[in-house]
T-cell receptor, first 113, second 111 residues
Framework: NAGVTQTPKFRILKIGQSMTLQCTQD?????MYWYRQDPGMGLKLIYY???????DKGEVPNGYNVSRSTTEDFPLRLELAAPSQTSVYFC????????????FGQGTRLTVV | QKEVEQNSGPLSVPEGAIASLNCTYS??????FFWYRQYSGKSPELIMS????GDKEDGRFTAQLNKASQYVSLLIRDSQPSDSATYLC???????????FGGGTRVLVKP
């Protein structure tokens, strides 16, 4: 039982490149989230999903896109990477109607140079 | 106004003392409240969840919720050096059902 799996763990991108951060869960949770965490800061919500086929913007969605075609997968797409997107990205899931513990992946450390 | 606010710290406490962390939130309809601990370079891990007004105790941790004041707190009794970490307050709001985090409070427990 892997829980929440994020890939890759580390990545260096050049300005203007694109990439997809993968998040897969085997917990059959409806709620999934993408957060970014800048050094010394809290978690800022990028996008979230309450179920397959449903996504919504969080606090900082600009420069990112998501899709949720299955319950298990919630990829985060970065288009035209910018230095401001250098951060640690966390994927998280919640079961039930979202009022229970959120489980986090190990995070992806992204550097844009 | 930020949706969830915390003092960034650092909150420095001597070993064995009580650490008191505070969190305020803006969505009056929020129903679920969480405290997470995050060690440097690691993912957040759940310490406490609280859903109704009052106190909830779990070992050395006590969460307190006051919905009228839109305030939730965490007390760490008998603080240990291993409690040194960043503590994140998270609130599941009524608007959009999303889970929003505060900026975190860094706690340093000195031996």
């Amino acid at each position: 039982n892997a829980g929440v799996t994020q890939t890759p763990k580390f990545r260096i991108l050049k300005i203007g490149q694109s990439m997809t951060l993968q998040c897969t869960q085997d917990m059959n949770h409806n709620y999934m989230y993408w957060y970014r965490q800048d050094p010394g800061m809290g978690l800022k919500l990028i996008y979230y999903s309450v179920g397959a086929g449903i996504t919504d913007k969080g606090e900082v969605p600009n420069g990112y896109n998501v899709s949720r075609s299955t319950t298990e997968d919630f990829p985060l797409r970065l288009e035209l990477a910018a230095p401001s997107q250098t951060s640690v990205y966390f994927c998280a899931t919640q079961g039930g109607s979202g009022g229970t513990e959120a489980f986090f992946g190990q995070g992806t450390r992204l550097t844009v140079v | 106004q930020k949706e969830v606010e915390q003092n960034s710290g650092p909150l420095s406490v001597p070993e064995g003392a009580i650490a008191s962390l505070n969190c305020t939130y803006s969505d009056r309809g929020s129903q679920s409240f969480f405290w997470y601990r995050q060690y440097s370079g690691k993912s957040p891990e759940l310490i406490m969840s609280i859903y109704s007004n009052g106190d909830k105790e779990d070992g050395r941790f006590t969460a307190q919720l006051n919905k009228a004041s839109q305030y939730v707190s965490l007390l760490i009794r008998d603080s240990q050096p291993s409690d040194s970490a960043t503590y994140l307050c998270a609130v599941r709001g009524a608007a959009g059902n999303k889970l929003t985090f505060g900026g975190g409070t860094r706690v340093l427990v000195k031996p």
